[in-house]
């Protein structure tokens, strides 16, 4: 964890995790008045030690009066039973409707349960923290925190942003992000009324629990809530004409995701203001410059989004979708032959980067050549017919988690270099040695027999163990492929490579239940450990897609996207995923003819199916269960949900394997 001032002279802290950024990351707001200090959002249990350290290094449990919770998540209150039992003596501040909730993570602390429109809290003699509720945003019983002396909003949830908001790699997209955040939050928009109660606090700046604290001067409260469609009319509240206004910026934020603000221009001069509502007369127009400008294929894009937003506020499509179906379908077709033209160029350009340029073919921390490198040699290697009394192996190191908690977290990195420099000096003439995903690396063993292969792999770990060039004694596991298995399976020549490295994850996943310093030589049960899995996703909509994407690569899947239905039967079969995640209403072919599909194919019916979609009824529930579909997700996600039953789905499939 690392502390940072955010507002120095009226003791305002930021407290955040020092770990590998996560997609939707966690942080806690320090406030200190004199000898009297309040934490807003402890955090999640797994943050605890960091956290603790960092707070204390500024201010004595002790002096710590107050704890808010401004929801009762666990990502946010998980950790208060272990501040109980660290010395803090205070009370938890908490809304009434989340009381019940945040006691079950420490049923012994003294709460003080919040109730009414507006209450306060106060730190020292002179300052005051007021509190509004936000009831349902993202549960009942969630609040902001406003600090009128220092003129900063504590939002909770309200205003996170993907990834934290703003860094070296998302500089300039703040807004762009806390939108997307929005969408996997919250189902709806933020009521008039409290967009109303925060524009008027009028605050310096926005310290959220799920982003970098916001400064008025950079990024208005006005654009945030206009972007969050929270400061007019939304897609299924108000009037007929402020509802058109809504659906019109949804459309609108849509397609800035996906062309250039040089091409979406157009769109911004005919997009009337949040509060200016519209006729169905001008609604078709914005469209209809839609065609002029940008043709069928634009229309196409948005097609099904837009049919869902007007079925949903129960208004008439506009004039063009009615009289030109034919036309859009036929945009529509041209659109996934641009797609398939465009991936196809991709992949020429990026085989070509490859070969011309070392920086993407080498490790960055150990200058080793990476997986996506190994792929081309072994490709090249099996195409010259050689390669049947070669094998490979795999060196992992133990405990990485265990070296980055005693030494900091640069130690496991500089552990890394240190084991890849070991290798290399006792490299054979035959051998080739890569980095993998993770904590480990692959030596291409040429003309080396199994049995070979295991005797040097034995001998290395004894070598590891006893030399002194560590920063401390360390074990490596070991897992061993020969590649005659791959021969004798009559494995094609072109998904050589993909089968080798489900092996390999195979063999290295038995390595986590053999333990530190094993070897495996057959498969057990699958899985990589820093590799949780394949995935194909199976949504139209290239916004939300784009969303499902972050959470799941944020969780360490690989994640393979397409578009439509008959497009998915293909990739399927190709790629052969761990899981498939897709939308009930998919073009050319919807997710249940998807399923019907795979289950009429032997050696694709068994792989995990996930439903998603924004419409969920007891006939969609039956029919999912007549295609042995056994989870069907209501849109918007809640991202936990989606991945932890990801994770369990694989996992079973593996231990059946």
């Known amino acids: 964890m690392s502390i940072h001032p955010v507002v120095p ?13 996560r997609l939707i990351p966690c942080h806690t707001y320090l406030i200190i008045e004199g000898n009297s200090a309040v934490l807003i959002d402890p955090g999640p249990e797994e943050d605890f030690a960091e956290t603790y350290s960092s707070v204390t290094a500024q201010i004595g449990c002790e002096q710590i009066e107050h704890i808010v919770l401004t929801s009762e998540l666990p990502e946010g209150a998980s950790s208060l039973a272990l501040w109980g039992h660290a010395g803090f003596s205070g009370k938890v501040v908490v809304s009434w409707q989340s009381y019940i909730a945040a006691r079950y993570y420490a049923p012994d602390m003294d709460f003080h349960s ?4 507006k209450t306060s809290l106060a730190i020292g003699e002179n300052r005051i923290l007021e509190f509004l509720p936000i009831p349902g945003f993202p549960t009942a019983g969630s609040l902001v925190c406003w600090d009128k002396s220092s003129h900063t909003l504590f939002s909770g949830k309200l205003f996170g942003s993907i990834m934290g908001g703003i860094s070296e790699e998302t500089e300039g997209n703040s807004l762009e992000l806390i939108s997307s955040y929005h969408d996997i939050y919250f189902a709806s928009a933020v009521p008039d009324n409290l967009a109303g109660r925060l524009a008027s606090l009028n605050p310096a700046r926005i310290c959220p629990q799920h982003g970098e604290p916001l400064d008025q001067r950079e990024t208005s409260i006005h654009d945030i809530l206009e972007r969050l469609d929270i400061s007019g009319g939304c897609g299924d509240c108000g009037s007929p004409d402020l509802q058109r206004t809504g659906i019109l910026h949804k459309i609108y934020q849509q397609l800035t995701t996906l062309f250039s603000p040089k091409e979406t221009s157009f769109l911004e001069r005919n997009l009337p203001g949040h509060t200016q509502g519209i006729d169905h007369k001008d609604f078709s127009a914005f469209f209809t410059e839609m065609l002029n400008t940008r043709g069928y294929t634009w229309l196409a894009l948005i097609d099904s989004d837009l049919r869902r937003l007007c079925t949903t506020s129960d208004l008439e499509l506009p004039d063009i979708y009615r009289n030109h179906e034919n036309e859009i379908q036929s945009g529509l077709g041209n659109l996934v032959r641009e797609l398939k033209n465009l991936r196809e160029t991709n992949f020429q350009l990026q085989h070509s980067i490859i070969k011309a340029s070392d920086d993407l073919i080498r490790d960055g921390v150990t200058g080793l050549y990476n997986e996506k490198f190994f792929s081309e040699y072994l490709t090249s290697t099996v195409e010259s017919g050689t390669s049947s009394g070669d094998s490979v192996l795999v060196i992992r190191l133990d405990g990485l988690k265990n070296l ?11 552990t890394l270099k240190a084991l890849a420099s070991f290798l290399m000096n006792r490299k054979t003439e035959s051998g080739a040695l890569f980095r993998l995903n993770g904590p480990a690396f692959l030596w291409y063993l040429h003309s080396t027999e199994r049995k070979g292969a295991e005797e040097y792999a034995r001998d290395l770990q004894q070598q590891v163990e006893i030399t002194g060039e560590f920063i401390a004694p360390i074990t490596v596991s070991a897992a061993l492929v020969g590649m005659d298995e791959l021969i004798k399976a009559e494995t094609p020549k072109d998904k050589i490579f993909t089968e080798l490295m ?7 996943k038995t390595l986590d239940r053999m333990g530190p310093g094993s070897i495996c030589t057959s498969t057990g049960i699958s899985l990589f450990r820093n590799l949780s899995g394949s995935i194909m996703l199976i949504e139209s909509s ?10 799941l690569e944020a969780e360490g899947f690989e994640v393979q996207h397409v578009a439509h239905g008959a497009e998915a039967l293909t990739e399927a079969d190709r790629i052969r995923p761990d899981a498939i995640v897709s939308e009930m209403f998919v073009a050319q072919m919807d997710g249940f003819q998807i399923r019907k599909n795979l289950l009429a194919t032997q050696d694709l019916k068994n792989i995990p199916f996930i439903l998603v979609s924004r419409e969920k009824s007891e006939a969609s529930i039956r029919r999912a269960h007549e295609m042995q579909i056994l989870h069907h997700f209501r849109k918007p996600l809640v991202p936990a949900e989606l991945t932890g039953t990801l994770h369990a789905l694989i996992a079973e499939r593996n231990r059946n394997q």
């Open 404 to 414: 980055n908690s005693r030494f900091g977290a640069e130690s496991g990195d500089l």
């Open 502 to 508: 489900k092996t390999i994850k195979q063999r290295i």
């Open 9 to 21: 002279d009226r003791g305002i802290f930021l407290v955040k995790s020092s770990r590998t950024p």
């Open 114 to 117: 919040l109730a009414g429109a």
């Open 542 to 551: 290239f916004f939300e897609a784009r969303i499902m994407m972050q959470i």
